[in-house]
């Protein structure tokens, strides 16, 4: 079992930044392929980016540019470093993590981020 816990969330104004830190407990991350997803008010969760152990990452069309994934084994951590940030990036960030051995699967609690000046 894996608990996650996400932090780093806030009120920006746009074209300012955050990072976001999802520190993991319970297991180690190495063998999980760890996710940034997002929920918007009234807005289906989406996936915002992702990255696998072998460290590759896939993102969201539109924050492809502006945001990058990264993970952390040794602290067990995933950050997600967000730029240049939006109005329309206002939501619930959620961090997934999938057991490449299992495939179970573990959400943390989501951080809000607001975007407005």
């Known amino acids: 079992q894996v608990q996650l816990v996400e932090s780093g969330g806030g009120l920006v104004q746009p074209g300012g930044s955050l990072r976001l830190s999802c520190a993991a407990s319970?297991?180690?991350?190495?063998?999980?392929?760890m996710d940034w997803y997002r929920q918007a008010p009234g807005k289906e969760r989406e996936l915002v980016a992702t990255?696998?152990?072998?460290?590759?990452?896939n993102y969201g069309d539109s924050v492809k540019g502006r945001f990058t994934i990264s993970r952390d084994n040794a602290k067990n951590t995933v950050y997600l470093q967000m730029n240049t940030l939006k109005p329309e990036d206002t939501a619930v960030y959620y961090c997934?993590?999938?057991?490449?051995?299992?495939?179970?699967?573990?959400w943390g609690q989501g951080t809000q981020v607001t975007v407005s000046s």
């Open positions: 997934h993590a999938k057991n490449t051995l299992n495939s179970n699967d573990y």
């Open positions: 319970g297991s180690f991350l190495f063998i999980y392929n």
């Open positions: 990255i696998t152990t072998g460290r590759n990452t």
